[in-house]
């Protein structure tokens, strides 16, 4: 698959990530904002794991310096 996620993006991709779950799982646990936390939090390990993001490809934006 193509990459388009650097490496700066994805430590940010995860820190945000860390943020997101931490918020969702205790802060409001069980809420709905919660529940989408951890939905957005999921999605950006996902990409920061891969290094591909949808978004990106659609905007045409590559962060990544090597192809």
Known sequence: MFRNVGSI???????????????????YQGTTLGIGFDIAATLLILSAAIGFCGIYRLL????????
Do not use: E, M, P, W
């Open 9 to 27: 993006d994805r430590i940010i991709r995860f820190l945000l990530a860390a943020i997101l779950l931490y918020r969702g799982l205790s802060v």
């Open 60 to 67: 045409g934006i590559n962060t990544c310096k090597s192809q």
